[in-house]
């Protein structure tokens, strides 16, 4: 119930922040590839002042416009605040920040820098959680880079809970410092976006793995969502919608990958389907694969429910791999 609470706050302090209105924040941050709002104003409006189950949908689907880790609107709103006002300061242009983060510049290289960095430091044991790092001057001159560039640089880095940043005392490794084997990853894959063959290679090990351990291991939860994805699917594919059926065809792979429980595959094929994303658009081109699609779902979806590990790990390979040739990568 607090966290449906600090959520419930914390959308709206954005929200407010800044400056739009019910109307224009739902068009900006909940909207679906199609442009249509996943919502209404008055369920919005109701979620704002009441809370709700939905508003953990609200803040998935904000944070994935912001490239931002849903993680923060759980935080304590006079928390959640502070850090609003680095991330998102008032003078920033607001159609700025909804940028998606692929086509990274400088200072993206220097997080990424900086997070590598200190992932080396926490695997040689030279630190742990909760121990104080080196100082912006010793970093800048180990980085090459100018201390005002490390501050703002770090300033990320505590906005994503990465460090805790004390006035007065300085840098401190956060507890949670398990984001450092996941975050690099993931930027390294925006930052060499031109090794596309490499990227889906990737792609399909990961999806082929998360596939065979949702098979094996995934909750109740997970295998609902994944019914009823897969319902929504047959009925795009019936409907010929195909907008929709790009759509349900995310969610099913990310479904996937969530039932996996293991949070690093989950992070780096998000990461990946976003680059993706901007790199080939829908990739979609006619009816055909339309229903190859489809139907090498049902093999997928069906193996899963029999709990059949390697043929959904089949399955699952065959699919990608088909995919490469559907949208030209090979």
């Known amino acids: 119930m607090e966290e449906v609470t600090y959520k419930r706050d914390n ?7 800044l400056a739009l209105t019910q109307k224009e924040f739902i068009q900006q941050y909940l909207t679906g590839e199609d442009g249509k709002p996943s919502m209404c104003i008055a369920t919005f409006s109701n979620l704002e002042s009441k809370g709700g189950n939905r508003i953990h949908e609200v803040t998935q689907s904000v944070a994935e416009k912001l490239q931002i880790d849903p993680g923060l609107f759980s935080l304590e709103p006079e928390k959640f605040a502070d850090r609003l006002n680095v991330v998102f300061p008032n003078t920033k242009d607001t159609t700025d920040i909804s940028q998606p983060a692929g086509k990274a510049g400088n200072i993206d290289r220097l997080l990424y820098r900086l997070t590598m960095y200190f992932s080396e430091q926490l695997f040689d044991k030279r630190l ?18 100018g201390r005002s560039a490390i501050r703002e640089a770090l300033k990320v880095l505590d906005v994503l809970g990465m460090i805790d940043i004390r006035p007065g005392q300085g840098t401190f490794i956060s507890n949670d410092e398990a984001d450092f084997f996941i975050i690099p990853l993931s930027w390294s894959l925006f930052l060499n976006g031109g090794q596309i063959e490499s990227i889906l290679m990737v792609r399909n090990i990961l999806e082929k793995k998360a596939a065979e351990l949702t098979a094996e291991a995934a909750g109740e939860d997970c295998m609902e969502k ?30 996937i990958a969530s039932g996996s429980g293991n949070p690093v595959i989950l992070s780096m094929i998000q990461t990946i389907s976003n680059l993706m994303k901007h790199i080939s658009g829908t990739g979609m081109a006619d009816q055909q694969q339309l229903k190859e699609i ?13 709990r059949d590990a390697a043929a959904a790990g089949k399955f699952m390979e065959d699919h990608l791999q088909k995919s490469m040739k559907r949208y030209n990568y090979r």
């Open 128 to 145: 742990k959680k909760g121990d104080k790092v080196e100082s912006d001057r010793i970093l800048a001159e180990k980085l090459g880079v």
């Open 11 to 17: 959308i709206r302090l954005l929200r407010r922040h």
């Open 226 to 255: 994944l019914h009823d994805i897969s319902n929504r699917i047959h009925e795009a594919y019936l409907n010929q919608d195909f907008q929709n059926f790009l759509n349900c065809d995310l969610e099913f792979h990310l479904c």
């Open 294 to 306: 489809f139907e090498e779902h049902r093999l997928i979806y069906g193996a899963i429910l029999s």
